[in-house]
């Protein structure tokens, strides 16, 4: 991975953060990650936007105690792109050197992942009355769920919500978005397609399914099945993961199968 772009920024400059706390959704070539905190302290200055594509090794927030002060020379040359190794300040982050007196009413930090905070604003659920079941007390989408379906009986109003896009725009495409389409297009051209269609009794392969999904936790799908078999077949008939080059077939070490 060489760059990844801001997806969602989570804190907002004078937030208290302890290391380990989201502060971060970046995108990846690959996927969408949450970025932690490297340490505790408050947050002094955002050098990133939601949107912006950066090398990785920029540096996208300052953290710092409480009462200290950044200098604005080190911000700028940040925000300039000079290491931070050859600036006068040592680190982007600072951690205090003092403990922080502590507050006769404590504030709470509630600690929930996007997806469970999203989640919960979709559902009207108060992440206050929740309690977390994940590492640290951290609030889950399935703690989310669940604390809605305790509340079902009470009258919850769910937001209007507008679409988010409309019939005849342009939508711009995410970088994980373009990736995956660059990719499909070039399979698309590279890669000889063919399309296969049979009939075939799947009465004892429901039974099965039906049976083991009755004593598992895992859930099983039909399209697992299916990658089963077909991962089978071309382990027996391996010319078909075969890859033509010049005048010959290269075949492949192993059986590599992807679903879209």
Request: net charge negative; hydrophobic share 40%; glycine share 6%.
């Amino acid at each position: 991975m060489e760059e990844a772009t801001i997806v969602n920024c989570l804190v907002k400059v004078g937030d208290e953060v302890k290391k380990g706390d989201i502060i971060f959704e970046v995108e990846t070539d690959k996927a969408v990650l949450e970025m932690e905190s490297p340490a505790d302290g408050f947050v002094k200055h955002i050098l990133a936007e939601t949107g912006q594509t950066l090398p990785v090794g920029t540096v996208i927030l300052i953290l710092a105690d409480k009462d200290e002060e950044v200098p604005q020379s080190f911000v700028d040359s940040l925000k300039g792109g000079m290491p931070v190794a050859e600036t006068a300040f040592e680190t982007s982050v600072v951690e205090p050197t003092k403990p922080q007196t502590q507050s006769a009413q404590p504030v709470s930090r509630i600690i929930a992942s996007p997806r469970a905070k999203k989640l919960a604003k979709e559902l009207g659920v108060d992440l206050t009355t929740v309690k977390g079941t994940a590492t640290g007390g951290r609030i889950t989408e399935q703690d989310v769920r669940k604390a809605a379906a305790s509340e079902s009986s009470k009258s919850v109003e769910h937001p209007v919500t507008e679409p988010t896009i409309r019939l005849g725009e342009t939508v711009p495409l995410s970088r994980l978005q373009k990736i995956t389409a660059q990719r499909m297009l070039q399979s698309k051209g590279e890669i000889p397609c063919f399309y296969l269609t049979a009939t075939v009794d799947m009465t004892a392969l429901v039974e099965l399914r039906t049976r083991l999904n009755e004593t598992s936790e895992v859930k099983l799908s039909y399209n697992d099945f299916i990658m089963r078999a077909i991962a089978i077949a071309m382990e027996e008939f391996p010319l078909m993961a075969g890859q033509l080059v010049g005048d010959t077939v290269k075949l492949a070490d192993s059986i590599n199968i992807g679903l879209a």
